[in-house]
């Protein structure tokens, strides 16, 4: 891992009546099985969960249009067209006025809309599990569960220089990492994290050395592939999973510290070997593959420019 150079957030806590909303960092919202990715973190307000507007009403199908004169939201899929106005307890479902429980609101910039209302609305089921803090939306059908984790989706790789990681981007054998992990390598193996080790062919069919990237394919099929994003929020948390210190597919958490086109931020720690690896956000698609650290800072490449090359 290359080391780069670039250049106290005080926490307030407020006791509030019950009517403002209390911040619920510790509220999980799950569809389909699947932990949902929200730019804001979930709010409790009168007993109701509020989550950002889009986060939760764009996976449930609905088209969705901010009309920003009337601060109103006018929502639209196949079956059903819901029209909510903020801070207003009524709203308008297929032209039937409807009482919420709670309101829709601003927080921070960022449009809240009642979790409940929204999923019954579009023939989900809701649970509240109140010893985990999880709210559960189903579709319908059983529960979509993973067949592997991100971690399979991470591989270490040993050259005969240094050692680093790297992240399969597709089932029949790509798989993308740093260049300063290959560059002036004459031999590499690659290890999985079932511990499968690959010594065979590997070609470069991707380069990109000032952005720091390369694309490699290997000679082997039934690969686990990440699931891009290429939706990036500051203060979002993210898991990066790497080899640092020749330790296979180590996990560690932060949040995004801030973003350009060429460069994520964020506060999970990584090492020497975690070079290639990959930095994932809550729902568990790639956001980035990490690269780079200093001194108490951590960086990756957006997943957008590492499949641009």
Known sequence: ?????????????????????????????????NVLSCRHDPVIENDRVLVPMRDIMEPLGYEVVWNEKDRSIVAKDAD????????????????????LDTAPRIIDDITMVPLRFVADYSGASVTWDSK??????????????????????????????????GIVLSEDGLIATNFHVIENASTAQIIFNDGTIYAGGITVVGLDPQADIALLQIDKQGLHPVTPSYTITAGEKVTAIGSPKGKRNVSSTGTVNGYTDDIISMTAP????????????????????????????????????VLAV
Not at 11 to 17: A, E, R, V
Not at 80 to 99: C, G, K, P, S
Not at 142 to 165: F, H, L, M, R, W
Not at 270 to 287: E, M
Request: proline letters at 3%; aromatic letters at 10%; a neutral charge.
């Open 132 to 165: 985990t803090y999880t709210v559960s939306i189903e579709r319908g059908g059983a529960p979509s569960t993973p067949e592997y984790t991100t971690a399979d989706s991470v591989v270490y790789i040993q050259t005969n220089k240094i050692q680093g990681s």
């Open 80 to 99: 059903t067209n819901i029209y909510l106005t903020i801070n207003n307890a009524y709203a308008t479902v297929n032209n039937t006025q409807v009482v």
């Open 270 to 305: 990584i090492a020497h070997g975690s070079s290639g690896g990959g930095l994932f956000n809550a729902a568990g698609q790639i956001i980035g593959m990490c690269s780079s650290y200093s001194e108490n800072q951590y960086f990756a490449i957006p997943i957008e420019k």
């Open 1 to 33: 891992m290359r080391k780069i150079k670039y250049s106290i957030l005080l926490g307030l806590l407020l006791l509030l009546w019950s009517t403002v909303p209390a911040f619920a960092r510790d509220v999980t919202v799950q569809l389909d099985g």
